[in-house]
T-cell receptor, first 108, second 121 residues
Framework: IQLTQSPSFLSASVGDRVTITCRAS????????LAWYQQKPGKAPKLLIY???TLQGGVPSRFSGSGSGTDYTLTISNLQPEDSATYYC?????????FGGGTKVEIK | EVPLVESGGGSVQPGGSLRLSCRAS????????MAWVRQAPGKGLEWVAN????????FYVDSVEGRFTISRDNAESSLYLQMNSLRVEDTAVYYC??????????????WGQGTTVIVTS
């Protein structure tokens, strides 16, 4: 399963709502195997969302995920300065367990 | 307490070998699948290998199949990655991660801080 993220880069202001898209080459039964991660420079990735829409414990509620089939989105509402990072989607349904190419979010 | 701590990275010549280790704490290591994920400089994340709780099943990305071996010692709560025939393109930060496969949905939910492997002549 190939994952295509868009955009690869976005710049937004504090308080904005941003949406990142992840499109899969195959979508049957993918939903519970779709996760989102946040990675800041020089740090390990951090799990934000699993099963497409379930928020990992401790993750702020301004992060949300949705989607089904081949199309998934990560939304950050009320963007904060600490949200500056690169975001990756991942599928864990079939091997190889692939990641999307990443979306770098910059705060204006 | 940091749940996953990697070690063993370093600089090696092409064709050489390295063994990465990852020590786990704070969770029931023997009950969980584990994985290695790497990130080349300036690039995205790449899954490398998985291993089942008891070590009976292992999966690899094609580019490392036959060169890398993932293993574990549940008595020591440790995960390993033996890397042989290293290539320049294996240069990356290697992360140890817990593969949490639960009914509600799978994810890599715990990550180490990473260890750096540099393959250069």
């Amino acid at each position: 399963i190939q994952l295509t993220q868009s955009p690869s880069f976005l710049s937004a202001s504090v308080g904005d709502r941003v949406t990142i898209t992840c499109r899969a080459s195959q979508g049957q039964g993918l939903r519970i195997y779709l996760a989102w991660y946040q990675q800041k420079p020089g740090k390990a990735p951090k799990l934000l969302i699993y099963a497409a829409s379930t928020l990992q414990g401790g993750v702020p509620s301004r992060f949300s995920g949705s989607g089904s089939g081949t199309d998934y989105t990560l939304t950050i509402s009320n963007l904060q300065p600490e949200d500056s990072a690169t975001y990756y989607c991942q599928q864990l349904k079939t091997y190889p367990l692939g990641f999307g190419g990443g979306t770098k979010v910059e705060i204006k | 307490e940091v749940p996953l701590v990697e070690s063993g990275g370093g600089s090696v010549q092409p064709g050489g070998s390295l063994r990465l280790s990852c020590r786990a704490s704070g969770f029931t290591f023997r009950s969980d699948w584990m994985a290695w994920v790497r990130q080349a400089p300036g690039k995205g994340l790449e899954w490398v290998a998985n291993i089942k709780e008891d070590g009976s099943e292992r999966f690899y990305v094609d580019s490392v199949e036959g060169r890398f071996t993932i293993s574990r010692d549940n008595a020591e709560s440790s995960l390993y990655l033996q890397m042989n025939s290293l290539r320049v393109e294996d240069t990356a930060v290697y992360y140890c991660t817990r593969y949490n496969d639960i009914t509600e949905g799978d994810s890599f939910d715990i990550w180490g801080q990473g260890t750096t492997v540099i393959v250069t002549s």
